[in-house]
């Protein structure tokens, strides 16, 4: 897995469109760029994987660079559900073993 | 939407006893997983399993844990002699074969307390 830096933390508004950015310069061909969310006391939760581009469905958009040494997570309108652990993976997307390395996430807190 | 559960949804032991977590994976799936986060830490990966045998097992899977599909649709995750450090929340996840490898689907977890 390629090394991912990401903020330990960030804080935003309700109604406020918040973007995370992960950086991974080590990025190999072949990886894919997927983010989790973990709410307080629940298990991760696979959000968006993308591999070039962007990409977007029902929960968030996930915007990525020509380069991908980077990506970014974007929440639109956040509500104070959105509080909780964002967490930036980057791997081959058809590993065999596939066991997923957390590290320590970006923690999102939404305020009214 | 399928998931996948967990029970109990939370184990209080004494230290020294056998404790089994259970997990249903969800239902087509082949490839499981257990993984722990103790309290404020990191999730860690602890082992996968496909096809009735361990794939991958971490440094922290030692002979005191084992897992086992006992049936077609359970998972189980025992701890032969729990200790202390061993309190945690246990969470279980699955995937299919036609997703990516990353996209895992996790259970809500088991809180075990060990005392």
């Known amino acids: 897995l390629a090394k991912t830096t990401q903020p330990i933390s960030m804080d935003s508004y309700e109604g406020q469109e918040v973007n995370i950015t992960c950086s991974h310069n080590n990025i190999a061909t072949n990886d894919y760029i997927t983010w989790y969310q973990q709410f307080p006391s629940q298990g991760p939760r696979f959000i968006i994987q993308g591999y070039k581009t962007k990409v977007t469905n029902e929960v968030a958009s996930l915007f990525i660079p020509a380069d991908r040494k980077s990506s970014t997570l974007s929440l639109p309108r956040v509500s104070l559900s959105d509080t909780a652990v964002y967490y930036c993976?980057?791997?081959?997307?058809?590993?065999?073993?596939?066991?997923?390395?957390f590290g320590s996430g970006t923690r999102l807190s939404i305020r009214p | 939407e399928p998931e996948v559960t967990q029970t109990p949804s939370h184990q209080v032991t004494q230290m020294g006893q056998e404790v089994i977590l259970r997990c249903v994976p969800i239902?087509?799936?082949?490839?499981f997983y257990w993984y722990r986060q103790i309290l404020g830490q990191k999730v860690e990966f602890l082992v996968s399993f496909y096809n009735n045998e361990i794939s991958e097992k971490s440094e922290i899977f030692d002979d005191q844990f084992s897992v086992e599909r006992p049936d077609g649709s359970n998972f189980t995750l025992k701890i032969r002699s729990t200790k202390l450090e061993d309190s945690a929340m246990y969470f279980c996840?699955?995937?299919?074969?036609?997703?990516?490898?990353?996209?895992?689907?996790f259970g809500p977890g088991t809180r075990l307390t060990v005392t």
């Open positions: 239902s087509n799936h082949l490839y």
């Open positions: 996840a699955s995937r299919g074969t036609s997703g990516s490898g990353y996209e895992q689907y």
């Open positions: 993976l980057v791997g081959r997307r058809y590993s065999s073993a596939s066991k997923i390395i």
